[in-house]
Nanobody
Framework: QVQLVESGGGLVQAGASLRLSCAAS????????MGWFRQAPGKWREFVGT????????KYADSVEGRFTISRDNAKNTAFLQMSSLKPEDTAVYYC?????????????????WGQGTQVTVSS
C-alpha cells in the first residue's frame, strides 16, 4: 500500500501562485510515475499533469500548460505542483496519484493510489 498526503492548498486571488506538495509513504518507490488531477464543483475529475520516475519527463493538460509545473524530490518521496497565474477556473480539489509503473500517464485508471485531495480556491 501507498499513502499519499497533499498539502499547500488555500484561497488565493487570481494571478497568484501556489505550490502543492504530495508526500508518499508506505510501499512507494522512486521508480514510479506520479500524476496530479483536479475536480471542480459539479464536474468530473480531470487530468492536470504527470511526471515520470526521473523527473525529466512531464506532460500537462492544455488548460494548465505553461502555468503549472510538476517536479519531484525522490529523496523525500515528495511530488510538487507549482501553480502560477492562477485563474478562477482553476478552483478545484487537487489530487495527487501514484502509479506502480515508471511510465507517466494521463488516465485516472492507471493510478491505483490517491491522496485525499486539497482545496484550491481562486477568487476573481
Amino acid at each position: 500500500q501507498v499513502q499519499l498526503v497533499e498539502s499547500g492548498g488555500g484561497l488565493v486571488q487570481a494571478g497568484a501562485s501556489l505550490r502543492l506538495s504530495c508526500a508518499a509513504s508506505g510501499r512507494t518507490s522512486r521508480n514510479y510515475a506520479m500524476g496530479w488531477f483536479r475536480q471542480a464543483p459539479g464536474k468530473w475529475r480531470e487530468f492536470v499533469g504527470t511526471i515520470d520516475w526521473s523527473g525529466r519527463f512531464t506532460k500537462y493538460a492544455d488548460s494548465v500548460e505553461g502555468r503549472f509545473t510538476i517536479s519531484r524530490d525522490n529523496a523525500k518521496n515528495t511530488a510538487f505542483l507549482q501553480m502560477s497565474s492562477l485563474k478562477p477556473e482553476d478552483t478545484a480539489v487537487y489530487y495527487c496519484a501514484h502509479r506502480t509503473s515508471s511510465v507517466p500517464s494521463g488516465r485516472e485508471s492507471d493510478y491505483p493510489y490517491w491522496g485525499q485531495g486539497t482545496q484550491v480556491t481562486v477568487s476573481s
